[in-house]
């Protein structure tokens, strides 16, 4: 096998790989996060769904071993992308920033101004990833039935010069891409 590790955008047809992936990345978190993070209700159903419904994503591939993925969409201007996972036996690798600048990329490509992500507030090591990557705090929130915040709204302003003409597309297959 390849030690190339190729992006692409997913299709419905791949919902059980996403689901595996974000299950296996977000494992380490459970009984951690209160309250439980949501990836541990995702389903291939669920993801089938959203896939549908016109959420995109984009999956990391090593041959037929699905590595990474991110879901985004668009929210207000920008590109929001969640569920950034990359299994623990392919970290350390740079997969997780590749993915956020394929995200980014795709902002730009669809004229968005900027990206957004969401990450609680235990995370820290997440934080210090996306502050790495140009991300900054715009606003903290409490999920439903806790009186105070549990997750920070992060942002990053995104520059058309910074395109990326070879970046995967989430409704439009694209050509593997090395990372």
């Known amino acids: 096998m390849s030690d190339t590790v190729f992006l692409r955008t997913a299709g419905p047809g791949d919902a059980s790989a996403l689901v595996a992936v974000i299950g296996a990345a977000f494992e380490q ?3 951690q996060l209160v309250p439980e993070s949501g990836a541990f209700r995702e389903t291939t159903g669920t993801i089938g769904r959203e896939l549908a419904a016109g959420t995109g994503a984009i999956i990391a591939e090593q041959g037929e071993d699905a590595l990474g993925c ?3 969409k668009p929210v207000d201007g ?8 990359v299994t623990p036996s392919a970290r350390g690798r740079g997969i997780a920033r590749r993915l956020v600048k394929a995200v980014e990329d795709e902002a730009i490509r669809r004229g968005l101004a900027g990206v ?3 990450v609680r507030i235990a995370l820290t090591e997440n934080q210090r990833l996306f502050t790495s990557l140009g991300f900054v705090e715009t606003s903290r929130e409490a999920h439903p039935g806790f009186d105070h915040p549990t997750s920070i709204n992060m942002r990053k302003a ?3 010069d910074r395109i990326d003409h070879h970046a995967p597309h989430p409704t439009q297959p694209v050509r593997p891409e090395p990372l």
Not at 78 to 85: E, K, Q, V, W
Request: glycine residues 16%; positive net charge.
């Open 70 to 72: 991110v879901m985004l």
């Open 116 to 118: 957004r992500l969401g």
């Open 78 to 85: 920008d590109l929001y992308f969640g569920r950034l996972a």
């Open 29 to 31: 978190y459970r009984g």
């Open 158 to 160: 995104l520059s058309a």
